[in-house]
């Protein structure tokens, strides 16, 4: 039988890289080696290639498909085996596919580099190790991090590796860690709404306990201790802490008001709404938190969080830029973004009456509708872009200390069939001596939210003392303070 054969080679160097290969037959079918390990996720199928693949071709016409992280043009050929012959003959020759994969963009020159912060294994998977040498790969992942998780007994496969960085799956482009999600759930019908809420802890030496408490681990576990507990833990072992899931949960609010955690994780599950407010609120409320992403169950997203360090990956400065804001969130879209030149997590001081310039400039495969500067949570420029790549500048009048961002969003989906998007960490805004004036309103939003936290630990949280009770009573009070003092 006829053979379709592929060499995949990254065009600038060379070298032989993983990726992830698509080859649909004459009829529609989906033709792949038997051992094929598969992506998961939404979207179209792929299986993983190491660089070199080899599948059985039927007679007729064959689509090819081969795509590496983001960063490459996807490559795509139509094949056509069997033809050629003469009356009553069959050409039945091997198809050998020579597979160059061009980047659209220069991000690792200016020396920003993309990490998953978020990734778990789920009790099915029979082969994580595979699995784990694949993703960051075939993902072009300079930092990927799977951690561990207790809910009820479930065997999670990526329960297996000890916290720290795993060596047999890292190299010199690729540094992939176990850490910790760390969790409290209550109410299964409101999961993400009543409860403490999900951390996730990298860079750790340890396990923090407990991984999970309450209903979580059993019924009659103690809701204790609360999260922000365990972010002290992290931080004292010089970890990374990252709130998960757009800041949901009870104590999301209190653990970032009380300097806990370094930086929030926005739509690490995919079915997450493309949404920004609890972030918006905590920047509008003076608390100086970048912004971070992960994909949640398997790579089952292109999302990524790119930091900037040297032009060769270097962990601890990747992750030093991550805890300083200098970074920004994608599923594709590159977005370098200045505010008077200043970049993002840096501070911008200024007079009455300024003026700062805004500038955004955005590359990508997919094309880039929307351009927008945000400035305290309000649109205050907008670009129609309808390009993959471009520049925006915006003399933008500023009233109030603050924060500003940029963010792009396109109709135009990636193979995982989800809408492209990007939005970079704040330039902090400073010199006026004058809040954002939706600082009140975003205040309030996190009291009523805490007071609401503060009435279901007094009358229906189990605790195994009245001390318990009280401590995370009077931190939920700590929090409160915070906000009270801002509105």
């Known amino acids: 039988m006829p053979k379709i054969t592929g060499e995949i080679r990254d065009a600038q160097t060379g070298e032989l890289v993983q990726a992830r290969v698509q080859v649909i037959g004459p009829t529609g079918e989906q033709i792949a080696p038997a051992d094929a390990m598969w992506k998961q996720g939404p979207g179209e199928p792929f299986f993983y290639s190491d660089g070199q693949f080899s599948v059985d071709a039927a007679r007729g016409y064959s689509q090819v498909l081969v795509e590496r992280g983001t960063e490459f043009t996807p490559w795509r050929r139509t094949v056509e085996v069997g033809s050629g012959g003469t009356a009553g003959t069959v050409q039945s020759g091997d198809i050998a596919l020579d597979i160059q994969l061009e980047r659209w963009g220069d991000l690792p020159e200016r020396g920003w580099h993309p990490g998953n912060t978020h990734i778990h294994y789920d009790e099915k998977e029979t082969d994580p190790d595979r699995r784990l040498a694949y993703d960051s790969r075939v993902e072009n992942l300079r930092m990927t991090a799977v951690s561990v998780l207790k809910r009820w007994d479930l065997d999670y496969a990526t329960n297996k590796y000890p916290p720290g ?16 999600e760390s969790r409290h759930n209550h109410d299964p019908d409101r999961p993400f709404v009543i409860g403490y809420g999900h951390v996730m802890l990298l860079n750790i030496r340890n396990i923090v306990e407990p991984v999970s408490r309450g209903l979580l681990v059993d019924p009659f576990k103690p809701d204790y201790p609360p999260i922000s507990y365990v972010c002290d833990d992290a931080n004292a072992q010089g970890g990374l802490v990252i709130w998960c899931h757009n800041g949901q949960g009870m104590e999301a609010p209190v653990a970032a008001a009380l300097g806990k955690v370094h930086a929030l994780n926005l739509f690490d599950p995919y079915w997450n709404d493309v949404e920004y407010d609890l972030w918006y609120h905590m920047l509008n409320c003076g608390i100086q938190l970048p912004a971070s992403t992960g994909s949640d169950w398997f790579v089952s997203s292109a999302n990524r969080v790119y930091a900037q360090g040297v032009q060769d990956f270097n962990y601890e400065s990747w992750l030093e830029s991550i805890k300083q804001g200098n970074s920004f969130i994608t599923n594709g879209p590159a977005l370098y973004t200045t505010i008077n030149g200043a970049a993002p997590g840096q501070t911008v001081e200024i007079t009455a009456g300024s003026t700062v310039h805004a500038h955004a400039e955005w590359q990508s495969h997919y094309e880039v509708q929307r351009v927008e500067f945000v400035v305290n949570g309000a649109v205050a420029a907008r670009h129609d ?3 993959t790549a471009g520049v925006f500048e ?6 109030t200390d603050g924060w500003i961002a940029a963010r792009v969003a ?13 939005h970079s960490s704040p330039v902090y805004v400073r010199g006026l001596g004058k809040p954002p ?4 309103q975003s205040a309030r939003f996190f009291v009523d939210r805490i007071d609401e936290a503060m009435e279901w630990v007094s009358k229906k949280g189990k605790f195994y003392s009245d001390s318990q009770r009280r401590e995370v009573l009077d931190l939920h009070g700590a929090g409160r303070d915070y906000y009270t003092n801002l509105t």
């Open 437 to 440: 004036a939706s600082q009140p």
């Open 394 to 399: 915006a003399d933008i009048e500023v009233e």
């Open 410 to 422: 396109s109709s135009a989906r990636d193979s995982f069939n989800q809408p492209i998007w990007a």
């Open 165 to 180: 960085v795993l060596t047999e799956f890292t190299d010199t482009h690729h540094h992939v860690q176990s850490g910790e």
């Open 385 to 387: 872009a309808n390009s």
